[in-house]
């Protein structure tokens, strides 16, 4: 009874790491779909556009490069794309509603 209890200890924890860089993925993704859909309905300026690719660029390239150094990404490596993220999410919120509209 006691290793069934360990077992599926281990199986809820590695799950919710798994769904942690699911997240991570997903989000980035997310983003890339606001982007987008600011372009299309006007909110967004091409110079706007630009700078927000740039910096989600850059995002994707910081993953990698945590990821190349050592094989995985600890936890102030993930604090620091978090935080990079939240910047992210945070330029396209203020972009998107400055009230620049493209004509």
């Known amino acids: 009874m006691k290793t069934i209890r360990i077992s599926i200890t281990i199986l809820l924890v590695s799950l919710s790491w798994m769904g942690a860089a699911a997240q991570q993925r997903y989000s980035l993704k997310d983003e890339n779909r606001r982007i987008h859909h600011g372009a299309a309905n006007g909110q967004l300026t091409q110079r706007e556009v630009a700078g927000l690719k740039m910096q ?19 936890r102030f490596e993930r604090r620091d794309l978090k935080r990079d993220n939240r910047r992210l999410s945070r330029n396209i919120y203020r972009q998107k509603h400055d009230c620049q509209k493209r004509f």
């Open 56 to 74: 989600e660029a850059h995002l994707r390239n910081e993953a990698i490069r945590y990821k190349i150094n050592d094989g995985r990404i600890d």
